[in-house]
């Protein structure tokens, strides 16, 4: 089989893991591997000072935590919606009866910037929710000029990074984010199960609200502190968490990983280009290549599968596919990748 969905195919000797028998959690052992996660998190995203919680559940558990703990004690959000995961912002303040601002961002658009800083100056939202990448479509939000107009209006920043940590350049304390979520079936590029928040030393001692028992900030902190869990965790996630973080320590940090996805989402590029694939994004990530062909019946997708055993993910546009960058693939992968969806794609 061939992954280019997430997590996409992993290091074999992380997948062993997940055959080993599992340990017992309720040990000092186990406390030693949380508490080294999140020394090695804290320093792979730049955030000094700061603490995680690390839940077993996907993403979306973690956003909704956010909104639970976070949103909620806040008189007004600002939410960008550029794809499927910025409305889910918007879903779940609106679930949670948070008042927002809904700010709209066109299929594969970038924001515009000036319109956007008007947007706080008029509406004043004292919290911003937004994605880094907003992976439905490929587009890279730009942090830097979000993270200075959330400042200039004393605005707290909360940055859905769950597909760009460890894909792009991300430093929490330099772009002034109060809140990042991400995911382990990413960036990270092990299984999916465990999702991370990291919290800035900016909200130390935040009066956080309590709506929600199961991803309460407050519980999950007092277990954290000594490196236990409220619930049972997926121990063999937390496992191969803890093994995926040490080889990142041992590159010498999160450079060498950007610079791999960087290398294998120019290849693939170069290989749009040659068939003729349009990548609409208008600043597009490298975590992922979203890209349109003439396909509309998702022809593409089946054939990779019946007859390649190879996944690639179909997007909300008929003929509009993505292929991630972000799990081990090599130049002549992603020219064998290239050269089945153009032979699909000839026989339509
Ligand atoms: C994958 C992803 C999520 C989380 O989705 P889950 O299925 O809950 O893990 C959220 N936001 C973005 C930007 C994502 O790419």
Not at 76 to 98: E, M, P, Q, T
Not at 236 to 265: F, M, S, W
Request: proline share 5%.
């Amino acid at each position: 089989m061939k992954s280019y969905v997430f997590p996409g195919d992993i290091d074999p000797a992380i997948m062993a893991i997940g055959a080993e028998p599992i340990p017992y959690m309720r040990t000092q052992e186990f406390s030693d591997i949380v508490l080294e996660s999140e020394r090695l998190l804290l320093k792979l995203i730049g955030c000094k000072g700061g603490r995680t919680i690390i839940y077993t559940g996907s993403g979306t558990g973690a956003m909704s935590a956010v909104v639970e703990n976070y949103i909620t004690t806040k008189k007004k959000a600002l939410v960008i919606d550029g794809g499927s995961f910025g409305h889910r912002w918007w879903d779940l303040c609106r679930y949670y009866g948070v008042e927002q601002i809904h700010y709209e961002v066109p299929f594969a658009k970038d924001i515009d910037y000036d319109d956007l800083e008007k947007t706080v100056a008029e509406g004043r939202p004292d919290v911003f929710l937004c994605q880094h990448h907003e992976t439905s479509t490929g587009e890279l939000f730009d942090l830097k000029r979000i993270g200075t107009i959330c400042r200039k209006y004393d605005v707290s920043l909360v940055v859905d990074v769950i597909s760009s940590f460890l894909a792009e350049e991300l430093d929490m304390d330099a772009l002034g984010i109060d809140i990042a979520v991400t995911s382990t079936q990413k960036g990270l590029n092990i299984p999916p199960g465990l999702s991370i928040l990291f919290f800035s030393e900016r909200l130390k001692d935040y009066p956080f609200a309590h709506h929600g028992y199961y991803w309460d900030f407050e519980e999950n902190f007092s277990n954290l502190r000594r490196g236990q869990t409220p619930y049972s965790p997926a121990t063999t996630l937390y496992l191969q968490l803890h093994a995926r973080l040490k080889q990142l320590e041992a590159e010498g940090g999160p450079g060498k990983n950007i610079a791999d996805v960087r290398h294998r989402c120019e290849v693939f590029r170069g290989l749009c280009r040659q068939y003729g694939w349009d990548v609409p994004a208008e600043v597009p990530s490298v975590a992922v290549t979203g890209f349109q062909t003439k396909d509309q019946n998702r022809t593409v997708f089946r054939g990779l599968i019946d007859q390649y055993d190879t996944f690639i993910m179909p997007g909300s546009v008929p003929g509009f596919y993505r292929v991630s960058h972000m799990g081990l693939q090599s130049d002549e992968d992603l020219r064998l990748l290239a050269e089945r969806i153009h032979q699909f794609e000839s026989s339509l």
